[in-house]
């Protein structure tokens, strides 16, 4: 019974929709109105620029992070990664918002930093600086998620990387419009870095 409760808090943390909580708080305006109607960390440093962008990233980490370590702090034998898949998977299905949800990988990140805070270090340095080069989130968050599938093969863990890789198939698939538009040059670029909107 404890084990079942801890992943329905779980999911119901990855519900909480912090873009649009964030949009509708501080700028009078429903994310999901604007720009892609995504309501997760991309579509934010779009529409609402990189301070508003950067506390729903901070936030959609947080809950991540949050759910994977539950059952450490209560002691149960789940591992993070498990109660972690069910906020990814209200993130993408979120009970708060018409189960109509973001891409989650935010959220990815955070529950894999709940688990495995230096790999997900050295990753979000990646996912950094593809960022800044590219200015297109959704190219730095695939090319990062690729990697972080295939180094979880090594990390000797192999829960942390099954879930890795099936949280990697399910964003990528949710990146498929994306994918499509980086690949014909006409992927949308956040305001800032080498090759921000702002240039264009």
């Known amino acids: 019974m404890s084990n079942i409760l801890i992943i329905v808090v779980a999911y119901l943390l990855g519900?909480?929709?912090s873009g649009v909580w964030v949009g509708k708080l501080?700028?009078?305006i429903d994310i999901r109105e604007h720009g892609?109607?995504?309501?997760?960390?991309?579509?934010?440093?779009?529409?609402?620029?990189?301070?508003?962008?950067t506390i729903v990233m901070i936030l959609d980490i947080a809950k991540g992070t949050l759910a994977a370590l539950l059952p450490v702090w209560l002691g149960l034998g789940l591992h993070p990664m498990i109660t972690g898949i069910f906020a990814v998977l209200g993130h993408v299905y979120p009970i708060f918002a018409g189960f109509n949800g973001g891409k989650a990988v935010a959220t990815t990140a955070g529950i894999a930093l709940g688990a495995q805070p230096l790999f997900v270090a050295i990753l979000i340095?990646?996912?950094?600086?593809?960022?800044?080069l590219s200015s297109m989130v959704s190219l730095a968050s695939i090319i990062t998620l690729v990697v972080a599938?295939?180094?979880s093969l090594f990390i000797g863990d192999w829960i942390f990387a099954?879930?890795?890789?099936?949280?990697?198939?399910?964003?990528v698939v949710r990146h498929r419009s994306n994918i499509e538009r980086i690949r014909k040059g006409e992927e949308n670029?956040?305001?800032?870095?080498?090759?921000?909107?702002k240039k264009s």
């Open 15 to 17: 519900s909480i929709p």
């Open 26 to 28: 501080f700028f009078k």
């Open 36 to 53: 892609s109607g995504n309501m997760g960390t991309t579509n934010t440093f779009r529409v609402l620029g990189v301070k508003a962008g």
């Open 125 to 132: 340095a990646l996912w950094a600086g593809i960022l800044y």
């Open 149 to 151: 599938a295939v180094a």
């Open 162 to 171: 099954v879930i890795v890789w099936i949280a990697m198939i399910l964003i």
């Open 189 to 197: 670029r956040v305001p800032f870095g080498r090759n921000s909107s």
